[in-house]
């Protein structure tokens, strides 16, 4: 089983980015497609990105076009570029993995995922 930390969260104002990391350890790295979910209070986990073993990369509707997904195999960590937040991106977000041997699918739910960071929190104010 892979371990994945998260960092990079924080609080930033409206229009502002951040960059968040998930970094893995415990297995290669490479066998895992990996996504980022995020769960604000009171409501439920949602998907915001999701990116194959071979780097094909799906994006919810909500983020597609202001963020981006992008893994560094070297470095073991997946990251999330968040341009252009707004208050409705305020969450807990979370990094998970799946062990897979398929390099061109992209899993988009949170049920296909095994390993779950702690999440980072991002706060977004208005």
């Known amino acids: 089983q892979v371990q994945l930390v998260e960092s990079g969260g924080g609080l930033v104002q409206a229009g502002d980015s951040l960059r968040l990391s998930c970094a893995a350890s415990?297995?290669?790295?490479?066998?895992?497609?990996m996504s980022w979910f995020r769960q604000a209070p009171g409501k439920e986990r949602e998907s915001v990105g999701a990116v194959s073993r071979g780097g094909l990369t799906w994006y919810a509707d909500l983020v597609k076009g202001r963020f981006t997904i992008s893994r560094d195999n070297a470095r073991n960590t997946v990251h999330l570029q968040m341009n252009s937040l707004a208050p409705e991106d305020t969450a807990r977000y979370f990094c998970?993995?799946?062990?897979?041997?398929?390099?061109?699918?992209?899993?988009?739910?949170?049920?296909?995922?095994?390993?779950w960071g702690q999440g980072t929190q991002v706060t977004v104010s208005s």
């Open positions: 998970a993995a799946r062990a897979t041997e398929y390099r061109g699918i992209v899993y988009t739910r949170d049920i296909d995922y095994t390993s």
């Open positions: 415990g297995s290669t790295f490479s066998s895992y497609a």
